[in-house]
């Protein structure tokens, strides 16, 4: 995996061809998207912040970069670019990363609305509910938990890295047919 | 990065940045007398230091964002709100442990009940005595929460506090400081970051800005 690497930072989305991996690091109660097209050589990472909806400006759509932090409007950024780079909807294969609840006790996740899952798990639920709508499958999901999380994603193999800071690594990786492998290291 | 655009970012002006640097130092310097007592060593802070801060850039505000920090998060209630949090670098946090408890934590960043439970009492002390502090100085009620704990990379830490801030705005005002004690072996960091519809309570408390009635 020689070459570029190239960090998404929160409400970013990133595309890369093979030979550069795509990074976030510390990932939290935010969630990563992945999407892999394998025959057009081509991916893509979005960091998602909240699980939206985008609020809407009052021409009545919300195109401004910091909407690309609601789930709603990061996935269907990075769908449109990723298409417009050349890559098939219809191909595309998804993981789902992130969404942790990093706090012990919650009441700094849910400030206004105790007993309501935390967000990090909305969060989650958010940008499954996009990808649904898109019909894009889904080949790996690591979500929840109390751990933060750092990935790579390497649109050559279509494989996602998972690391934590207790040096555990675990590696999301798409089938040929989509469906999908977990494997720890 | 001008790509994020928001009306309701402040823009702070020197005058401002004087008071919430003192407010901060007049904290500050409660909670380390509150700190030294607790652990018999004298405590050292740095000049608070106040920005306006892109959430996108919360991750990095400790360095390295996948550096181990354990971090004590209280939420401020009352008349004035937002969010204070100590952390402190693993190192640190073991120290602060054993002082503590009398029992170290082992190498492998793992924390025990009776050390999460140190750091959270650590928390209530000497965040109750920083808004203590603040009260007097300010004459508005400021309640603290339970405080939460949180042992993580630096950056997962952070992220918590952009979602809790990022549905509002995408900057916040972000006033810190560092502290350190014992020689340099313990230090640690210092956050106060105001909702952004609580700064201007703030400052109007501080008598830096007219107050407005409508």
């Known amino acids: 995996m020689s070459g570029q690497e190239i960090r998404v930072k929160v409400s970013q989305y990133k595309i890369a ?13 935010c969630v990563a998207l992945v999407l892999y097209d394998p025959e057009a050589g081509i991916g893509g990472l979005a960091h998602v912040l909240l699980p939206g909806p985008a609020p809407l400006t009052r021409e009545g759509e919300n195109n401004s970069a910091s909407s690309y932090k609601y789930a709603d409007r990061a996935v269907e ?29 919650p009441d700094i996740e849910e400030k206004d609305m105790p007993g309501r899952p935390g967000i990090g798990s909305r969060n989650v639920e958010a940008v499954k509910k996009e990808l649904e709508r898109f019909e894009v499958p889904i080949f790996g999901e690591d979500t929840g938990g ?13 494989e996602v890295l998972i690391t934590n800071y207790k040096g555990d690594r675990k590696v999301l990786a798409p089938h040929e047919n989509g469906t999908g492998r977990m494997a720890v290291e | 990065m001008d790509e994020f655009k928001n009306d309701r970012m402040l823009e702070l002006s020197e005058l401002h940045i004087d008071a919430l640097q003192e407010i901060c130092n007049i904290g500050m310097g409660n909670t380390a007398t509150a700190l030294s007592q607790m652990i018999g060593k004298q405590i050292d802070l740095s ?15 400790l360095g390295d964002s996948e550096s181990v920090m354990a971090a004590i998060h209280t939420r401020i209630w009352g008349d004035i709100q937002g969010n204070i949090m100590f952390i402190f670098p693993w190192e640190s946090a073991r120290i602060l ?20 439970s140190a750091l959270r009492e650590i928390g209530n002390i000497l965040g109750s005595s920083y808004l203590g502090a603040l009260e007097r100085l300010l004459s508005k009620s400021l309640l603290p929460s339970v405080p939460s704990v949180a042992f993580d990379m ?3 830490i952070m992220e918590t506090f952009m979602v809790q801030l990022g549905e509002d705005a995408d900057a916040a005002v ?9 020689g340099e072996t313990l230090n640690g960091h210092f956050f106060l970051i105001p909702d952004p519809g609580s700064l201007k309570m703030m ?10 009635h409508e």
Request: with cysteine; proline share 4%; aromatic share 6%.
């Open chain 1, 77 to 105: 950024a990075l769908l449109g670019e990723m298409e417009k780079q050349g890559a098939e909807i219809k191909k595309l294969r998804a993981a789902v990363i992130g969404g942790a609840n990093m706090f012990l006790t």
């Open chain 2, 174 to 182: 972000v006033i810190r400081t560092t502290f350190s004690g014992d």
């Open chain 1, 146 to 158: 109390s751990n933060g999380r750092t990935i790579t994603f390497d649109p050559g193999s279509g």
């Open chain 2, 47 to 61: 000049i608070p230091r106040v920005k306006v801060s892109l959430l996108s850039d919360f991750p990095d505000l």
């Open chain 2, 97 to 116: 442990c054993k002082m503590l408890t009398g029992t170290e934590p082992d190498d492998e960043f793992h924390l025990s009940d009776l050390h999460v």
């Open chain 1, 17 to 29: 061809r093979p030979g550069t991996v795509l990074k976030i690091f510390g990932l939290g109660s």
């Open chain 2, 203 to 212: 400052l109007q408390a501080a008598r830096v800005l007219a107050d407005e």
């Open chain 2, 154 to 156: 630096a950056g997962a």
